[in-house]
Nanobody, 121 residues
Framework: QVQLVESGGGLVQPGGSLRLSCAAS????????MHWYRRAPGREREWVAQ???????HYEDSVKDRFTISRDNAKNTVYLQMNSLKPEDTGVYYC???????????????WGQGTQVTVSS
């Protein structure tokens, strides 16, 4: 059984920072690309950022230059450092990863339960 558990959300003022973490646990053979998504109130879930196992990163345009995704492969953990936060960054943030649990089998998709980020004065 694989689980993704996020932490680090909270309430922050505009211009502030938060660091989210997402740790994968269970029987894991390998994790390729890890992702962060978010769902703002009244909106569909949207992709925010991704990082490959080699460290290559990509960002949604609205968070580029403000958010930094990183990972610790030894800990099966992905991070999202969020700086210069804006009210429109408010939402539930989810991590997502396709994970291979058995060598030779295709990956299965896993989502975390989400962590709330609220940017408000």
């Amino acid at each position: 059984q694989v689980q993704l558990v996020e932490s680090g959300g909270g309430l922050v003022q505009p211009g502030g920072s938060l660091r989210l973490s997402c740790a994968a646990s269970g029987t894991i053979f390998s994790i390729s690309t890890m992702h962060w998504y978010r769902r703002a109130p009244g909106r569909e879930r949207e992709w925010v950022a991704q990082i490959t196992s080699a460290g290559s990163t990509h960002y949604e345009d609205s968070v580029k230059d403000r958010f930094t995704i990183s990972r610790d492969n030894a800990k099966n953990t992905v991070y999202l450092q969020m700086n210069s936060l804006k009210p429109e960054d408010t939402g539930v943030y989810y991590c997502y990863a396709p994970i291979i649990t058995i060598w030779g089998r295709p990956p299965s998709e896993y989502w975390g339960q989400g962590t709330q980020v609220t940017v408000s004065s």
